[in-house]
């Protein structure tokens, strides 16, 4: 896991606030990843970003979540109106661009930010 | 749908007993099948990628095995500290991206 830096650790909200989740790639990596992990349960995909470009956001939420990827700074994932539903742990993965490796290169990911909304 | 389902969900050994994960997949073409470690309160630890039907990647008490539906992760001899949650992700064909679909994990304990 050394390398993807993710902050906070923990996150406390209240519902109808908003959270925001931070995510710094590793060293030379530009493609950031987000996931979603619900108590015993599997990680679910939300989105995937590289530098200002949102490729594939699939399993997004359509209302209430964002993220952005700007060229400078971390990826950071945005939670408005937060709900009780929301409370997870929220991973962030990060891979080098394509086509400086190889394609069945791994993806590193950080610790999560685990997310209580109260 | 492409789809990764992982027996049994969670799988209490005593040390020294080993046993066998498994991981089958429905999926429209696979690049790559991978195997995570996860710790309570961590991120998942990368530990084997698979690529073809009769691979098998070896790493100290664990190997990964692979066939056209699915995989097994195999614990010889487990010790306490092989207690982790074990998590199976694919790795579409037609996806161009590093984008991994996974199963919910087997959740090992192994008592001394």
């Known amino acids: 896991n050394a390398g993807v830096m993710q902050n906070p650790r923990h996150l406390v909200r209240r519902r109808g606030q908003e959270a925001r989740l931070r995510c710094s790639p590793m060293k030379g990596h530009s493609h950031v990843y987000w996931y979603r992990q619900l108590p015993e349960e599997g990680l679910k995909f939300m989105v995937y970003?590289?530098?200002?470009?949102?490729?594939?956001e699939s399993g997004m939420p359509k209302e209430r979540f964002s993220a952005e990827f700007p060229k400078e700074g971390p990826s950071i994932l945005r939670i408005q109106q937060v709900v009780r539903g929301d409370s997870a742990a929220y991973f962030c993965?990060?891979?080098?661009?394509?086509?400086?490796?190889?394609?069945?290169?791994?993806?590193?990911f950080g610790n999560g930010t685990r997310l209580t909304v109260t | 749908e492409d789809q990764v389902t992982q027996s049994p969900e969670a799988l209490r050994l005593q040390e020294g007993e080993s046993s066998s994960l498994n991981c089958s997949y429905t999926v429209s073409g696979l690049r790559g099948l991978f195997w995570y470690r996860q710790d309570p309160g961590k991120g998942p630890e990368f530990l084997f990628t698979?690529?073809?039907a009769g691979e098998e990647k070896e790493k100290e008490r664990l190997k990964a095995t692979l066939t056209k539906k699915e995989s097994f992760l195999h614990i010889t001899a487990p010790k306490p500290e092989d207690s982790a949650t074990y998590l199976c992700a694919v790795r579409l064909l037609m996806d161009s991206s590093y984008k991994l679909i996974f199963g919910s994990g087997t959740r090992l304990l192994v008592r001394p």
């Open positions: 993965a990060s891979s080098p661009a394509e086509e400086k490796t190889g394609r069945n290169s791994p993806l590193h």
């Open positions: 970003l590289q530098k200002e470009n949102i490729i594939d």
């Open positions: 698979l690529y073809s």
